[in-house]
């Protein structure tokens, strides 16, 4: 009786063994040679850096300068406020609010 987990690495098809491990069948395939070094860090800069510059754009114009314009309309909102009323929020509405850490 076989243990518990045991598996057939390899599984007959007609009159030819089929092996069902994805590393065994990997082992059958053909490797390209590795590319000349110039040629490799130029096709990677080629196809990365331009990839990387896209997503530190959308990063910055998504994440940063939503940040940046809530904290200046936040800003700008006290100041009118302040302007309106003439007097700074009392000290539990500003602890409230997390200015008085």
Not at 78 to 94: I, Q, S
């Amino acid at each position: 009786m076989p243990a518990v987990g045991w598996h057939r690495p390899f599984r007959p098809v007609g009159n030819h063994i089929v092996a069902t491990d994805l590393l065994e069948s990997l082992a059958d395939q053909a490797v390209p040679p590795v590319p000349a070094q110039r040629t490799f860090v130029a096709g990677v800069r080629r196809k990365l850096n331009p990839r990387l510059l896209v997503a530190q754009i959308i990063e910055f114009a998504v994440g940063v300068m939503a940040w940046a314009v809530l904290h200046m309309a936040m800003a700008l909102l006290g100041a009118l406020r302040y302007t309106v009323t003439g007097a700074w929020p009392e000290a539990h509405d500003r602890r409230e609010h997390g200015h008085d850490r």
